[in-house]
């Protein structure tokens, strides 16, 4: 299996965030310290998002901060992809 390649996904209702591990540098952005949502992003726990651990706003936010793309969101509602 190409792990490149792997795209996850997980909803709210709301939006849809999407991971792509192969493109994850772990840079804890998502998760740690005083800008981190760790109950959205948690990497302790499987799966490690949990779409309903937050606002979507909030959870936009966080997706928008992070530095290799490989979290980003849909809106249910719309099919283009926020990065």
Known sequence: MDTKNIVKEYSN???TIVWKPGLCIHSTVCWCDEEGLPAVFNPQKRPWINPNGASTG????QIEKCPSGAL???RNNN?????
């Open 79 to 83: 099919t283009d992809t926020k990065t």
């Open 13 to 15: 209702g709301e939006i």
């Open 72 to 74: 980003s969101y849909y």
């Open 58 to 61: 909030q959870i936009i936010a």
